[in-house]
């Protein structure tokens, strides 16, 4: 794919990633933090408080990153994604978090938001997210950021998400837009040995290229009634 621009508000739907069982891996420009204008409402970003609102925050700059395992109404949702801050002593922080708080319909399940920061050098003009979700009696999603700099492994167990109901979407819900450099989907596919009867995995890479749609125009305007007040 080409670069892609998510401007403030967006929600893209990568429409080759239907499914379960991928392995995706994103990377985005590192945000041009002196085009940043408005230093003073960014100083505020440092008091994100990654339980209070998680990716429907409105920051500067985040949160972005992906809506993994998610259905087409937005009822179920696993976000990942990147939150950068700027701090009282004038620096800025690279963040992660796994948002499970809209991972499932189910009552009395973790909705913890996972995260921490991650060091990202100068030398690192990009944030790269792997992303993998293979099914363990529901879904275990893992993130590894960076390289592997940083990893997060995370239970959900959603309800209506199941198999190829599942979509992917790139998101960003902050009011500084972000560039997508690249985007790689594998996705999986089990079969059973005839020999050896063992269950075996393959990995294959979508040959062909991925397609967007916008879905900012869609249920989600149409719930809110606002630009964009956070996901359904």
């Known amino acids: 794919m080409t670069e892609l621009q998510l401007d403030a508000g967006a929600v893209v739907e990568v429409e080759s990633a239907a499914g379960g069982q991928l392995d995706v891996e994103v990377v985005f420009e590192y945000p041009n933090i002196s085009a940043v204008g408005v ?35 937005f009822q179920e949702q696993t976000a990942l994604f990147f939150y950068l801050a700027h701090t009282n002593d004038g620096q800025w922080t690279t963040r992660f978090r796994s948002d499970q708080s809209r991972s499932s319909l189910l009552q009395d399940i973790d909705t913890t938001v996972y995260g921490s920061y991650v060091k990202v050098p100068p030398t690192e003009d990009f944030l790269n997210l792997f992303f993998i979700s293979f099914q363990v009696d529901r879904s275990i999603v893992e993130s590894f950021v960076q390289g592997g700099r940083m990893a997060i492994t995370s239970r959900v167990y959603p309800r209506v998400v199941v198999d190829n109901l599942a979509n992917l979407y790139l998101f960003n819900n902050g009011t500084t837009p972000v560039t997508v450099r690249s985007v790689d989907v594998y996705h999986r596919m089990h079969y059973r040995c005839k020999v050896s009867e063992f269950l075996m995995l393959i990995t294959y890479k979508i040959s062909t290229p991925l397609q967007f749609s916008n879905r900012k125009s869609l249920s989600l305007m149409q719930k809110t009634k606002t630009h964009f007040n956070g996901f359904p």
């Open 39 to 73: 230093v003073e409402e960014a100083n505020f970003d440092d008091n994100f408080d990654c339980s209070q609102g998680g990716s429907a925050h409105h920051g500067v700059l985040g949160p972005f990153g992906l809506l993994v395992l998610t259905d087409n109404d």
